[in-house]
């Protein structure tokens, strides 16, 4: 086959680095790509939000399959767009339909879709710039701390959690009187907050059966001890500790059963990954939103645990055969820890030359932002690599990582040192 792989960061190159190794996979192609896809795949310079270019792509190059890695196309709709033309209808792609999207790209529709099929979520409201003074009021009914989500795509960046409320009221009105976060704060959800540790359910459907991945657990904040501004993802580990069998039962029954049939029953078509984020409140899991696509960093984690052929799994999926496929699991821990830009999650600098790679023994490199500039691999965004490693614990497998990343410098690399600290 032909694979066709959308986007540029550690998530994809953990993508092409696992479909790589598929006998199923004649020929790998990533859009655009990153300096570590370009070992092992063909980058191609094509916006994946350019729809039109990759039409032109896949017909050229006679095109399998395209698997959607970064949410943006999904919510546009590229699933659907193959489906409507002609020339690309047996080209399989994974990832939803544009409806099935909004489970992430409307923070509204995905409250509205968990209250619809009763799955545990926190109680909510949603407002826009009309409703403002009926946001502020819903504010004062709320115990601190106070949850602001934009209802849009905001890059991981649109929620706020803030204790004071007259600091609340005046979010919800840069959100939405003064966007904040662009069009994405133009409707603001607001959330009861939960207290519990959050972790990370992924599963791949193919619209009516469905298996579920091996769990994760991110890191948001820039800051070790989970402080400071909220970033893409600082690192990752899976599975995770606290997640036992009596939690997985619940999540499986109350939560993944209960969405894909909810996606059956509202008619929409979803063929691809559902990420769960979830937070244990006392032993309960309740759903704080959906993406659908995998997460970045979680990707770099999972997939690696995964010793299935991914190919084939995504094959189940395309014919809706997936409850037919195998899913072989890695018993052995995963940890990958990021390594960003000085600077990051604000203004950083780019274009710092990366060295110590090659230097690199019993861990994985995951490429997310770089490229390739003569000779050298430079840094090329915020989140510049993920070292991934593997372990009998997440702590023997976070400690590998670190031992590696010492070998490894770019100017003002920065990461925190602390990934797994709340699970000991």
């Known amino acids: 086959m032909k694979i066709l792989i959308l986007g540029s960061g550690g998530r994809e190159h953990a993508f092409a680095w696992k479909i790589h190794q598929s006998t199923k996979c004649q020929k790998l192609f ?82 509205k879709f968990l209250v619809k099929h009763k799955i545990p979520t926190a109680a909510y409201g949603s407002f826009t710039k009309e409703s403002i003074e009926d946001g502020l009021s819903f504010l004062e009914t709320l115990q601190p701390p106070y949850v602001l989500k934009a209802d849009g795509l905001a890059a991981g960046k649109g929620v706020l959690i803030l204790h004071n409320l007259d600091e609340a009221k005046t979010e919800l009105q840069n959100m939405l009187l003064h966007s904040k976060f662009g069009i994405a704060s133009s409707k603001v959800v607001i959330e009861e907050f939960l207290d519990g540790i959050e972790l990370s359910c992924f599963v791949l459907t193919d619209g009516k059966n469905y298996k579920i991945l091996p769990t994760a657990k991110d890191y948001k904040r820039i800051g070790e001890g989970d402080t400071g501004l909220n970033t893409g993802g600082m690192g990752a580990i899976s599975p995770v500790p606290f997640a036992n069998p009596i939690l997985l039962e619940k999540i499986e029954t109350r939560i993944v059963k209960p969405t894909i049939e909810g996606l059956q029953k509202d008619g929409i078509e979803y063929n691809g990954f559902v990420f769960i984020g979830l937070i244990n409140v006392k032993g309960e899991p309740i759903v704080i939103e959906y993406n659908v696509r995998m997460g970045d960093p979680e990707t770099e984690v999972v997939l690696p645990r995964i010793k299935s052929d991914l190919v084939a799994l995504f094959q189940a999926v395309s014919n809706k055969t997936l409850d037919k496929a195998s899913l072989e699991i890695d018993e052995r821990c995963a940890a990958t820890i990021m390594l960003v830009s000085g600077g990051y999650p604000e203004k950083y600098d780019k274009n710092k030359t990366i060295l110590g790679l090659e230097k690199i023994e019993d861990s994985l490199v995951f490429h997310a932002g770089t490229k390739i500039e003569g000779k050298d691999i430079i840094s090329n965004g915020g989140r510049v690599l993920a070292i991934t490693s593997f372990g009998a614990s997440y702590v023997e497998a976070t400690k590998k990582s670190y031992q590696n990343i010492v070998k490894l410098h770019f100017d003002k690399m920065y990461y925190r040192k602390d990934i797994g600290f709340d699970l000991s």
């Open 30 to 111: 990533v859009a655009p790509g990153n300096a570590g896809t370009a070992k092992i795949a063909y980058n191609v310079a094509i916006d994946p939000t350019n729809f039109d270019a990759l039409k032109a792509f896949c017909i050229q190059e006679t095109i399998d399959m395209v698997i959607v890695g970064p949410e943006d196309p999904l919510v546009l709709g590229i699933f659907d767009f193959f489906k409507a033309t002609p020339a690309l209808k047996g080209i399989s792609v994974i990832g939803p339909s544009k409806n099935g999207a909004q489970l992430e790209g409307s923070k509204e529709f995905a409250k």
